[in-house]
């Protein structure tokens, strides 16, 4: 087993709201449809094997140590997006935060150094989105490409009440 899986785990595991409430999948629509294989090769140029869905994920691997995941949780209990991030300052102290406009709602990027960026989008007070780019770079050059990746996933996800 590559090193890149066990990490991307622990990072899915570490940047996933702790659940107060049963959590459940976004949308019924899987998240390897939500983002196709296709559209990620496109975005990073460079060919991915097709997605791996796991539940509310969905992974994208080339090179075997290079990997785009995207995310989609639906939290029962209101997402508090201060502790989140102040969860995730915790849980990865060399990671940089920045905030990302033009999501219609909190977003922002985890940049971990050596390893590539998750971006956050908070969709209402329920909802996220985490898209994961490791392996492929430093965050400042991967970034575009996972905003790109939010960005389609959004318009493909149902509006929410």
């Known amino acids: ?37 296709s559209e990620v090769q496109q975005v990073f140029k460079r060919p991915f094997a097709k997605g791996a869905p796991d539940g509310s994920s969905c992974e994208y691997t080339a090179l075997e140590q290079q990997v785009v995941a995207i995310k989609l949780q639906h939290s029962a209990a209101r997402l508090d997006v201060q502790a989140e991030m102040l969860s995730l300052r915790k849980a990865f102290p060399d990671a940089r935060m920045r905030d990302v406009t033009g999501f219609g709602g909190p977003a ?8 590539g960026t998750q971006l956050f989008v908070i969709r209402g007070d329920h909802d996220f989105l985490l898209v994961s780019v490791m392996g492929l770079g430093e965050a400042k050059r991967v970034a575009p490409g996972a905003r790109q990746i939010a960005k389609k996933a959004l318009e493909r996800l149902p509006s929410i009440p």
């Open 108 to 115: 922002f990027f985890l940049d971990l150094p050596g390893i």
């Open 1 to 37: 087993m590559d090193w890149m899986s066990p990490l991307l785990m622990i990072l899915l595991a570490a940047s996933t709201p702790p659940p107060k409430a049963v959590a459940k999948p976004l949308s019924a629509i899987s998240p390897c449809e939500v983002v196709t294989n």
